[in-house]
C-alpha cells in the first residue's frame, strides 16, 4: 500500500501539491488525470523520492521513503519519468540492466541477465536488444524505459505519461502490456494519463488532480462524466455509451 498522508509542495508562492491524501493499495491498475500543471508529476516525484515535499508523509508497505534506506524503496517502488534524459550511446540491453541495480548494486547474476532479457522480451524490442538508444523511435525508446522499469520487478511501479510519443498501435500495446504487469500478482502499476478514454478502458480506478488537489477518486465509470469534462478539464462534452463502453465525446 502507498500512503499519502497531507502532502504540500511549494514553489515561490505557487502551491503545486496542497494538502493531497491519498490510499493507494496493493494490485491493479491506478490511473491518475487532471489538467496540464495539476501537480501529477510533482505528486509521483514526490512519491519516488526525486523531489521532497514541504509537509506530508509517504508511505511505501508502511516506510516513511525520506527516511527509510533508498535500496530499500526502490525494490519496492519504480518509476518511470515524463521526461528521460539518457546518455544516448547505452545500448537498449545496458538500460534496461539498470533497472536490476537495487538488487545487485551493479554485479548481476546470471538471474538478473534473465530478467532482463525477459523485460525486453516482454516489450517486444529482442531484435533491437543491442542497438543504442539514439538508434530507436521515439516510441521505441519509451519501451526500452518501460522494460528498465520491469526488469526493477517492485512491487509498485509508476508511469508518467508512457503513451507521449506513442501511435494508437503502439499506445494500445503499451497499455495491454502494462495491464499484464498490473495482472501478476502483487503487483501495483500507477499510471498518469492525459487520455480519459485510455484511463476509462484501462484502470481500475481514476484518480482526479486539480490546481494540486485530489478532487475525484473512484471507479472510472464513476468519476469519468459531464461535470468533470467542465469543472475540471473546462470542456464541454459529454459521456456517450458505445458498445458497452463509456466514451468522452467533445464537440469540435
Ligand atoms: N521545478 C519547478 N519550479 C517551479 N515550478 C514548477 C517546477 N516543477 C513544476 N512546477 C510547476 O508546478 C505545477 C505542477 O507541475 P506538474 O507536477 O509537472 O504538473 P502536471 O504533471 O500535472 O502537468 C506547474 O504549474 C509547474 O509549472
Ligand atoms: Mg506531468
Given amino acids: 500500500m502507498i500512503e499519502i498522508h497531507k502532502l504540500s509542495k511549494r514553489y515561490g508562492d505557487t502551491t503545486v501539491v496542497d494538502d493531497a491524501s491519498l490510499t493507494i493499495p496493493r494490485g491493479g491498475v491506478v490511473g491518475i488525470v487532471g489538467p496540464n500543471g495539476a501537480g501529477k508529476s510533482t505528486l509521483l516525484s514526490i512519491i519516488s523520492r526525486l523531489i521532497k515535499a514541504d509537509s506530508g508523509v509517504v508511505r511505501v508497505d508502511g516506510l516513511d521513503v525520506t527516511t527509510a534506506p533508498g535500496r530499500e524503496i526502490a525494490r519496492r517502488l519504480s518509476i518511470m519519468r515524463q521526461e528521460n534524459h539518457v546518455a544516448a550511446r547505452l545500448t537498449v540491453r545496458d538500460l534496461v540492466a539498470f533497472g536490476r541495480f537495487p538488487h545487485n548494486r551493479g554485479r548481476p547474476t546470471r538471474e538478473d541477465v ?139
Fill in 114 to 252: 534473465e530478467r532482463v532479457r525477459m523485460a525486453i522480451d516482454f516489450v517486444g524490442l529482442e531484435a533491437l536488444a543491442d542497438r543504442f538508444l539514439d538508434q530507436l523511435s521515439g516510441g521505441q525508446r519509451q519501451r526500452a524505459f518501460v522494460a528498465m522499469t520491469l526488469a526493477q520487478d517492485a512491487d509498485y511501479a509508476l508511469f508518467d505519461e508512457p503513451l507521449n510519443n506513442l501511435d494508437i498501435h503502439h499506445a494500445v500495446s503499451m497499455m495491454r502490456l502494462l495491464r499484464r504487469m498490473a495482472d501478476q500478482p502483487g503487483k501495483t502499476v500507477v499510471i498518469v494519463l492525459h487520455d480519459l478514454n485510455v484511463a476509462a478502458a484501462y484502470a481500475d480506478r481514476v484518480i482526479v488532480m486539480q490546481a494540486g488537489r485530489v478532487v475525484g477518486d473512484g471507479p472510472p465509470f464513476d468519476v469519468i462524466d459531464r461535470r468533470l469534462l467542465s469543472e475540471v478539464f473546462r470542456v464541454d462534452g459529454d459521456v456517450v455509451e458505445v458498445s458497452g463502453r463509456r466514451l468522452v465525446s467533445v464537440a469540435p
